[in-house]
């Protein structure tokens, strides 16, 4: 079965690293994206399984509207936001807003392979150190 994922990160390096490693690992990435506009333009388009969306973004509003605009659009593909962040009002914030799992960037590529298999499942997944209470 084809996993396909779509990478928003607005951090350069870390777009291209995902995008070569995730491909390695039999992912198809439907592409990658910057910015919040061109995310949205993107996961339209593509329809992947699961965006990886990085909290944030720095384009308006960041990444808790693109999940937001996104889980309006009412598309089939999953997002797993990842993010350094820890506070839990923003967390509870994009997961209000539509978003399918949290990933903490501390956790590392393990981590956020095990995220995007939870979800891609239909799970919910909360690292491990998160607040059981979001």
Do not use: C, N
């Amino acid at each position: 079965m084809a996993r396909r994922v779509a990478i928003i990160e607005d951090h350069g390096a870390l777009r291209v690293f995902l995008r070569d490693v995730l491909t390695r690992l039999d992912w198809e990435v439907t592409g990658t994206a910057g910015t919040a506009d061109a995310a949205y333009d993107l996961v339209v388009a593509s329809a992947p399984d699961v965006a990886v969306v990085d909290l944030h973004l720095a384009s308006a509003g960041g990444g808790d509207a693109l999940v937001r605009r996104l889980a309006e659009a009412d598309t089939s593909t999953r997002l797993l936001v990842f993010t350094a962040t820890s506070d839990p009002s923003e967390l509870r914030t994009v997961l209000d807003a539509g978003a399918d799992g949290i990933v903490l960037k501390e956790g590392g590529l393990p981590e956020l392979l095990a995220a995007l298999d939870a979800v891609l499942a239909g799970e919910r997944y909360l690292s491990p150190q998160l607040s059981a209470d979001l």
